[in-house]
């Protein structure tokens, strides 16, 4: 769903600028399930490799190192979900992280695969090496907390220097790094991005050194995040450094007002400490506040039903809740039934009857209200209806016209390869 929807998402860069960038230099490589292979190109490099679990990715520079020519199709083919909870995205961005860096031991690692480009090489290397940045990240904050605490810095230079040298090269980086994103991840959601992978991406990195294979665990794709500090378990590494600035900065700020143990140091040490502070602490709020309590997704909709024989309009719906607008008065815990057509893949409608649980109630303009409900037990056929609704037709229908019209083109000549 996440891939075509109107909305940003941290996905939206890669499919948006890297992937295009990628095909360019023809080093777009299989990944997931949208792709189409030829059986020749797979039976060219003996079948799909599966000596990493990224087989997808392992894969790929396998085929061009054989000459073979992959293509980005810049439409939507498949829909899928995307992890529910936290917990689940950060286990299948540690999964992709693991495994695709398990390349590098690998016959097929870009920098000594034989036939590869040099443009291949550099777009595969850029792809791998950016799981380094959590490792890069962490060790700055290390660094950080060191300075703060023993007064010795990493290296000096007068106000002149830095003004000259250090302040224009940042604004260059961000000003670039924001302008080769081109408008897809500001710097603000790349930031808390990072720190929010610097764990995971760090015990790759790590786990690249050992010799223990690697397993591949299916990502859960129903889950709760239920906020509070619990939620600091999931992200140990960015809680526990956030934990030592926090010491280190309050140490160094007493110091700085006469009444601390630190040795002297200058105060840009302890406003660069505050800035990444600040920005973890962020983070971290951001995560404490999110409340998820749907354990599916609620598909965005917009179909009449009756409550009560009354005609409501339904707004979103999933196979266990929906949500509704329609003037009534209802208190939470009553019990409704919501009676409703879903349009099925042939392009008839079946009626079927709903009982819910009045769980929220938000007050709209004028008497109206939506009112969010959690689905009881119905029948089984009931059930198959809002499947097939939810996960088929509404998707479909959510698609741009041109590909709801069939207009989607891979001719033999355009694709010459391998997907």
Same mark, same amino acid.
């Given at each position: 769903? $996440? =891939?075509?929807c109107g909305s940003q998402h941290e996905q939206t860069l890669f499919y948006s600028v890297i992937a295009p960038g990628k095909d360019r230099?023809? /080093?777009m490589f299989w990944c997931g399930s949208a792709t189409v292979i030829r059986r020749d190109a797979l039976l060219a490099v003996g079948g799909v490799l599966t000596? &990493?679990?990224a087989e997808d990715f392992h894969t790929t520079i396998a085929m061009h190192a054989k000459g073979l020519r992959t293509r980005y199709h810049a439409e939507t083919l498949a829909q899928g979900l995307a992890p529910h909870d936290l917990a689940a995205f950060l286990l299948q961005r540690h999964r992709w992280a693991r495994d695709n860096l398990r390349v590098f031991r690998t016959p097929q690692n870009p920098l000594t695969c034989p036939r590869l480009t040099l443009a291949q090489r550099v777009s595969y290397l850029a792809s791998l090496l950016a799981y380094f940045s959590g490792l890069q990240r962490l060790l700055m904050l290390a660094v950080l907390v060191f300075t703060l605490l023993t007064g010795i810095l990493p290296l000096t230079a007068s106000?002149?220097?830095?003004? $000259?040298?250090? #302040?224009?090269? &940042? #604004?260059? /980086?961000v000003v670039t790094s924001v302008g080769l994103a081109r408008g897809t991840l500001g710097p603000t959601d790349s930031t808390q991005y990072g720190l929010m992978t610097m764990g995971i991406d760090t015990r790759a990195v790590v786990g690249l050194l050992g010799r223990g294979s690697s397993t591949c665990k299916v990502t859960p794709k129903a889950g709760i995040d239920e906020g509070g500090a619990a939620?600091? !378990?999931?992200?140990?590494?960015l809680t526990a450094t956030g934990g030592a600035l %926090?010491?280190?900065?309050? #140490? !160094?700020?007493? &110091?700085?007002?006469?009444?601390?143990p630190l040795p002297p140091l200058h105060g840009f040490a302890l406003a660069i400490g505050a800035w990444e502070l600040t920005w973890i602490v962020r983070t971290l709020a951001m995560l404490v506040r999110r409340h998820q309590l749907r354990a599916q997704y609620r598909f965005p909709v917009d179909l009449a039903g009756r409550v009560d024989d009354q005609v409501v309009r339904v707004v979103d719906l999933s196979p266990t809740g929906s949500a509704i607008e329609h003037i009534? =008065?209802? /208190?939470?815990?009553? &019990?409704? =039934? %919501?009676s409703l057509g879903p349009p099925a893949a042939d392009g008839r409608t079946h009626e079927v009857s709903l009982p819910g649980e009045v769980r929220s109630i938000v007050g709209l303009d004028g008497e109206q209200s939506r009112v969010g409900c959690r689905l009881g037990a119905t029948t089984p056929a009931a059930v198959d209806r809002l499947v097939e609704y939810c996960y088929i037709v509404e998707p479909v229908h959510s698609l741009p016209a041109e590909q709801k019209a069939g207009h989607t083109r891979m001719d033999r000549e355009d694709y010459p390869a391998a997907s």
């Open positions: 769903m $996440q =891939h075509f230099v023809n /080093s000596d &990493t679990v106000p002149l220097a830095l003004a $000259q040298l250090w #302040l224009p090269w &940042t #604004l260059c /980086s939620v600091l !378990r999931v992200v140990p590494l %926090l010491v280190a900065a309050a #140490l !160094r700020a007493a &110091t700085a007002l006469g009444v601390g009534g =008065h209802h /208190s939470l815990g009553d &019990t409704i =039934h %919501l």
